[in-house]
């Protein structure tokens, strides 16, 4: 064919509904594909650690719901890449029974469902170690060892092309992916269809967030990508928005600490070459990115452990005096927490919004506060009572702090709620890394069902 053209209706499948008007407008397009990603680190090491989605399943059913019926109306293939948000064995199963269910509610017609998992055992990795290999540390992180290994609950690899192409190639009709390169799950049809890498990287780069990459900006609109041998092209299906060239090239800087660059499993993609073209009021032409095959096939693996149980609570503060004595009003609360419950076996974590709650020690106007702040109170321990007795001594210990030059004994500190709250558990990262396989199949498996 001439060029293929898929549609992405959400950058992040489930975080919140696609946006209805657009995604018809691109299914009247007529694509070859229906495709979007479900998955982000960006939600934290919970979701992971803890095996469950952050968006609510009414969200996932409602996208999964419009992208399979329009799917099915055109007769062409569906494609979800990092199921249920972090691609875990678990959210891929949820999104085949999804599926089914859509099925047969609808009364639609059979079709052949492929899928992939993504989870992988520590066992693997403890081997792979053992027999002398290196899982490579990412972004700062060390190179594993086996007590960071123990200290895992659950890990993902991160799936390039090759599953999605086993898939495609089996002939099905929808495909539901583990934990996936964003990129990948709009890569692996143009592959498919014989497009060369050079293009069909950089279309799956375009199109990962949907319109991210359009402007004015605007969430979960719908946009289209169409590769030939020539070029990629996208364009912005809302009415109000454009793909131009400054939109398109801003966002394959998106989430990059090099912009000319991005690395997937068997390569990566050069984008320093790239040039942008206006070729209509809504759609731009982009040419010029390469994509450079490794010499051996490295995939990432992404891991999170559970810290232990997690309170909340919140406290204001307007009292310009206090205020300007913040830090020592949480010395005194943290003192407090230790007089009780000693230096070890808890963490207790205070952020400062108004002050620096967003950026932290990199905050420039840290020495400005604002007139008023919030505090953000976080307790972790290893059982729930404990937790929320951190929390509580750490937050209330704040109204009772004492400054020099305070004679009186109120207004210091106010609290909105007389409690604190159970949160989720607290979880971290443990794997950011690499490991080298010979054959990509060892971490992701593959399996065919029909609905």
């Known amino acids: 064919m001439p060029s293929l053209k898929i549609i992405c209706p959400n950058g992040h499948l489930g975080f919140a509904p696609l946006r209805i008007e657009s995604f018809r407008a691109g299914v009247r397009a007529r694509p070859d594909y229906i495709a979007a990603d479900s998955g982000s680190d960006d939600v934290g090491p919970v979701p992971l650690g803890s095996d469950s989605s952050t968006s609510p399943e009414a ?46 509610k609808h009364g639609l017609s059979p079709f052949k469902i492929g ?25 700062g992180y060390a190179d594993l060892t086996e007590a960071e290994l123990d200290a895992t609950d659950r890990i993902v690899a991160v799936a390039g092309v090759q599953p999605y192409l086993k898939l495609l190639q089996a002939g099905v009709d929808v495909i539901i992916g583990g934990r996936s390169s964003d990129a990948a799950v709009f890569a692996a049809p143009a592959l498919h269809h014989g497009y060369s890498a050079d293009h069909a990287y950089y279309l799956g780069k375009v199109l990962e967030c949907a319109s991210f990459c359009a402007e004015p900006y605007g969430g979960k609109e719908t946009v289209m990508g169409e590769i030939s041998h020539e070029d990629v092209r996208v364009t912005a299906m809302h009415p109000e928005q454009r793909c131009t060239i400054a939109s398109v090239a801003g966002h394959a800087m998106y989430e990059r600490s090099n912009p000319y660059e991005e690395f997937f499993a068997g390569g990566k993609l050069d984008m320093r070459e790239c040039h942008y073209e206006q070729v209509s009021e809504k759609t731009t032409r982009i040419t010029g990115s390469r994509f450079i095959p490794s010499e051996r096939i490295t995939v990432k693996l992404e891991g999170s452990g559970k810290v232990g149980e997690r309170y909340i609570g919140l406290c204001g503060i307007r009292d310009p005096y206090t205020i300007a004595n913040v830090d020592r009003v949480i010395d005194w609360a943290r003192d407090k927490v230790r007089e009780r419950f000693g230096d070890e076996g808890y963490e207790l974590h205070y952020t400062v919004y108004g002050r620096d709650g967003v950026m932290g020690e990199l905050e420039p106007l840290r020495g400005q506060p604002g007139h008023e702040l919030c505090i953000l109170v976080q307790g972790v321990a290893p059982n729930a009572g404990m937790a929320e007795e951190v929390t509580l001594t750490g937050l209330r210990q704040m109204f009772y702090a004492r400054l020099p030059d305070v004679k009186g004994t109120a207004g210091s500190v106010s609290f909105p709620l007389d409690e604190v709250v159970r949160a989720s558990a607290a979880y971290r990262w443990t794997l950011n890394h690499t490991i080298a396989v010979d054959d990509v199949f060892d971490l992701f498996e593959v399996h065919l069902t029909q609905a």
């Open 59 to 104: 969200w996932q059913r409602h996208d999964l719901e419009h992208m399979l019926l329009a799917a099915r109306e055109l007769g062409v293939p569906m494609i979800i890449g990092s199921a249920g948000d972090t691609g875990s064995n678990s959210r891929v199963d949820l999104y085949v029974r999804i599926i089914e269910e859509l099925a047969r």
């Open 115 to 139: 899928y992939f998992y993504s989870e992988v055992d520590p066992a693997f990795i403890r081997r792979k170690m053992r027999e002398g290999g290196s899982v490579a540390g990412l972004d």
